[in-house]
């Protein structure tokens, strides 16, 4: 069945350093691939998307390319602000099971000062 | 729009008792998920509805657990009876329509069952 891999946490940075977060994918159609953001105490929130093979979604700094030949969508951010520290959840959703969501694991970034 | 809404924000209870989530979507939205939440499992969909019928429950994890969607703009997840087991955050979302991939959360249930 579809699911999402994605690195353990919790990942600790310096304010600007450069922040990788890696998600792989497997599944059996064309899904599309999301970045969520879950901050203390709220919901998650969509961060960025792709919907098909070598689109990369941005948003807030952050990037992420479909790479469909690594069946991965890594998350990227050159220069992490303390406001950046939030659990990061890469997931997946395929038209053909109506909507369903997969989400991995979560990954938690802490931003220091 | 206020967004997904749900209540209450915080429930302790004992086990034993029943327990009863609920969850108001956002208004136009045809889809509802119920998600849990813990550290051990992270994020698991446990049931969710189209146009207020139930569509796949399977991630219920037994039948102390049952949700219900009576009218478009009101869901409920029902304990009964809680266990510490079930501690958990319990989201809830709604999408658009089967295309728009995009869900909405509410800010989530924290549930201590003592």
């Known amino acids: 069945g579809d699911s999402v891999t994605q690195m353990e946490g919790p990942v600790t940075l310096s304010e600007e350093a450069f922040l990788t977060i890696n998600c792989t994918y497997t599944?059996?159609?064309?899904?599309?691939l999301f970045w969520y953001v879950q901050y203390p105490g709220e919901g998650l929130q969509l961060l960025l998307k792709?919907?098909?093979?070598?689109d990369k979604g941005s948003n807030k700094g952050f990037e992420a390319t479909y790479r469909k030949e690594t069946t991965s969508f890594h998350l990227e951010k050159g220069s992490v602000q303390v406001s950046d520290s939030a659990v990061y959840f890469c997931?997946?959703?395929?038209?053909?099971?109506?909507?369903?969501?997969?989400f991995g694991t979560g990954t938690s970034l802490t931003v220091i000062p | 729009d206020a967004g997904v809404i749900q209540s209450p924000r915080h429930e302790v209870t004992e086990m034993g008792q029943e327990v009863t989530l609920r969850c108001k979507p956002i208004?136009?939205?045809?889809?509802l998920f119920w998600y849990r939440q813990t550290m051990m499992r992270g994020l698991e969909l446990l049931i969710y509805?189209?146009?207020?019928?139930?569509?796949?429950d399977s991630g219920m994890p037994e039948d102390r657990f049952s949700a219900k969607m009576p009218n478009a703009s009101f869901s409920t997840l029902k304990i009964q009876p809680s266990e510490p087991r079930d501690s958990a955050v319990y989201f809830c979302?709604?999408?658009?329509?089967?295309?728009?991939?995009?869900?909405?959360f509410g800010s989530g249930t924290q549930l201590s069952v003592l």
């Open positions: 599944a059996t159609g064309y899904p599309s």
């Open positions: 997931a997946l959703s395929d038209k053909r099971t109506a909507n369903q969501f997969y």
């Open positions: 792709a919907t098909k093979a070598d």
């Open positions: 509805f189209n146009n207020n019928v139930p569509i796949d």
């Open positions: 208004s136009g939205h045809d889809y």
């Open positions: 979302a709604s999408s658009l329509n089967r295309v728009s991939e995009k869900l909405f």
